[in-house]
């Protein structure tokens, strides 16, 4: 009975799995055009998946194993039981092996229902709490059925009752793990997830043996130009088709849920939430069936469940009343990466983001609190603060300052940033002023001439003012020659060597923790022995998630003696401090401050002093009001070490002999 029943079972399956996968394919296809190599990402999958998707949930071992049990075992066995009882090719190992598959992938299934007989709160419930008994189910049942065809049973053992039983059960197994991954449920994402990675809207992320750079964090850029082209995202069918596969592709593993630092703090937000709003807005309905933890709502509870509904073509924010989503859920993200660093299906929420910001920004003019004000400053001034843009260098009156202008060219041009109308973050540049020239570098500053780098404009979702800011700097700096850019604001940098390109400005950018490192390995800095006390570092998010710098600011600490305590979030998990995306201007309420939170963490190592190297965060991090570590600059540290050489003239300075003392006033 099993011979006849079992090939009819898994070819009815199958059929009903293509039928529902032709379904999700004209569900993601609602979305905008992208253009996609199809052979070339099909044919990179299986090292996306078993490499570059690996490295992601390889940081937690027995998930890792679990996962390469049961999805392994599922794969295999899948394919061998199609070939086995679907098609009686049993002779031979074939059996043997699917004997093997399907028992491996039962041992991984035991480890899913221990993680899952206590979650922790991140993951989501629901029909994924089934997920241990389907995938029982299939293992087991395929087990059994697969004995009699390697004569380790009789073929007529049992009787017809058995036979219906593990035909029932095969059917249930099948049911889950076959259909289901087209149709909706725990397996949706072993379907949606492999064609995401093949067709991923920034293949650069996967490994440069598939192309790629392992690295894309840059913004992409609107076509200002096209008027048919939108102005960001206002119904779920604006975004990209891939962009859609990619929501479609969430696990609800809440990975993203527990570093976000907007739902630590109890603001609106949950990036877990927030995808799946999108994947409830792409086949149209509520978000009532959603089984893991609401967006935040200010301490009390969380946002009601089935409240929020949407469809395709219909707007994800209203105007009144409620849609998919609520503007203060947008507005509340620091676009920090840290739920896309911690994604184990690569999804990419901020790009998603800052989407449906442009649309409410260009086309609506909705920004909340002080954001207005900040673009209208942009606009008018070059700077978010309304400073007179001939003040940028007032804070250098004294300090001589060569101008790339008189110069023309330098080896290095080093950008000011907005710090530069900061009194805090001035005490940074000057320290930085102080390493270059006790280095001898050959550099110079645009002085007037150099505007807002356009991070802020662009993260509010303000994509004319930015390619505005951006093409104007672009020009200026194609006047003069220069190697190198050192900046010691991280926004500044990452905006400078990965979104300018895109509108025609290439540059070899430094974050100044990078370039004071490679002095130093130079050979061309010398630094007296740390005398302080403890002290750790704090990974800014745009200099160690978006561009990868880990460890020259370590390198730089570890030369000046400094022995760091790490706080447990450090490196590629590091806290957000709250200032990046504009979210202290755009300033949504929740339950506790970021800020608050990070130097909690500080707080817990017992360090008397917190490195930063990023001016943002040296505000943030300043303005708690009980703060218990000092917080300074990488480059004030180096500047108070550092042992200058002896005097001689430099380069481009125009001021009078006593100006070009050994001391600089800092």
């Known amino acids: 009975m099993l ?21 999700r394919v004209r569900l993601w296809r609602q979305g905008r055009p992208s253009a996609v190599p199809l052979f070339k990402g099909l044919a990179a999958l299986p090292r996306r998946y078993l490499v570059d998707l690996h490295h992601v949930v390889g940081r937690d071992k027995v998930i890792s194993n679990t996962h390469v049990a049961t999805a392994g075992g599922f794969v295999a066995a899948a394919v061998l039981m199609i070939l086995v009882h679907g098609l009686g090719l049993a002779q031979g190992i074939l059996g043997w092996l699917l004997l093997a598959a399907s028992a491996c992938m039962f041992v991984g299934s035991l480890f899913v229902a221990r993680r899952r007989r206590h979650p922790p709160p991140r993951l989501s419930r629901g029909p994924w709490m089934r997920l241990p008994k389907s995938l029982m189910a299939f293992s087991l049942s395929v087990f059994l059925v697969t004995l009699p065809t390697v004569d380790v049973l009789p073929q007529d053992a049992g009787s017809w009752v058995l036979a219906l039983i593990l035909s029932a059960v095969v ?10 991954m087209t149709w909706g449920g725990p397996m949706k994402h072993a379907f949606a997830g492999a064609l995401h990675l093949a067709f991923h809207r920034r293949a650069e992320r996967f490994s440069t043996k598939q192309g790629g750079s392992g690295r894309s964090t840059g913004l992409k850029a609107l076509d200002l130009d096209d008027e048919r082209a939108p102005l960001g995202v206002e119904r779920p069918a604006d975004f990209t088709w891939n962009q859609l596969l990619g929501f479609d592709a969430c696990v609800q593993c809440g990975r993203c849920e527990a570093v976000c630092p907007a739902f630590a703090a109890g603001q609106p937000l949950n990036p877990k939430k927030l995808i799946q709003d999108m994947v409830v807005g792409l086949a149209g309905g509520s978000d009532a069936a959603y089984a893991g933890s609401p967006h935040p709502s200010q301490g009390l ?4 469940l089935g409240e929020h509904r949407g469809d395709p073509h219909g707007p994800i924010v209203a105007r009144e009343g409620t849609a998919l989503v609520d503007a203060e859920t947008l507005w509340s993200c620091t676009t920090c990466r840290a739920c896309v660093e911690e994604c184990p299906m690569m999804i990419e929420h901020v790009d998603a983001i800052v989407d449906m910001r442009r649309f409410l920004t260009l086309e609506r003019g909705e920004t909340p609190n002080k954001a207005p004000e900040v673009l209208d400053n942009l606009i008018a001034t070059d700077n978010p603060g309304g400073f007179a843009p001939g003040s940028r260098m007032n804070w250098a009156a004294d300090l001589n300052l060569p101008l790339i202008a008189d110069l023309q060219q330098v080896d290095v041009l080093l950008w000011l940033g907005d710090g530069a109308f ?16 006790a280095a001898e570098v050959d550099f110079a500053v645009l002085g007037n001439e150099e505007r807002d780098s356009g991070d802020v404009a662009r993260r509010l979702g303000d994509e004319a003012t930015f390619q505005s800011l951006a093409k104007r700097n672009i020009a200026t700096l194609a006047k003069y020659r220069f190697q190198q850019i050192v900046t010691c604001d991280p926004h500044s940098f990452h905006v400078l060597g990965n979104e300018y390109g895109e509108l ?22 010398a630094f007296s022995p740390w005398k302080g006390g403890s002290v750790t570092y ?28 790490e706080m447990e979030r450090s490196g590629f998990r590091s806290r957000c401090c709250g200032g990046g995306g504009g979210a202290p201007i755009t300033d949504i309420p929740g339950e506790r401050r970021i800020p608050d939170m990070r130097m909690n963490d500080v707080k817990e190592t017992g360090a008397a002093l917190v490195a930063v190297g990023c001016p943002q965060c040296t505000a943030m991090l300043e303005g708690v009001v009980d703060k218990t570590a000092e917080v300074r600059d990488i480059a004030e540290l180096v500047a108070d070490a550092i042992v200058m050489p002896s005097a001689r003239p430099r380069r481009g300075e125009r ?3 006593e100006a070009r003392t050994e001391e600089v006033v800092l």
């Open 504 to 525: 025609g400005g290439v540059y070899d950018v430094r974050h100044h923790s990078t370039y004071i490192a490679e002095l130093h390995d130079a050979g061309r800095l």
């Open 301 to 304: 509870g969380g946002k009601p």
């Open 655 to 657: 001021s009078s002999p």
């Open 422 to 437: 900061d009194m805090r973050n001035q005490r940074t540049l000057r320290a930085l002023v102080k390493v270059l020239r």
């Open 538 to 565: 704090h990974d800014p998010c745009y200099l160690g998630r978006y561009n990868g710098e880990y460890e020259a600011p370590r390198r730089v600490l570890e030369a000046l003696g400094i022995e760091l305590n």
């Open 3 to 23: 011979e006849t029943l079992l090939p009819i079972l898994i070819f009815t399956a199958l059929g009903l799995a293509v039928i529902g996968a032709w379904r």
């Open 171 to 180: 059917a249930w197994g099948l049911a889950e793990m076959v259909v289901g």
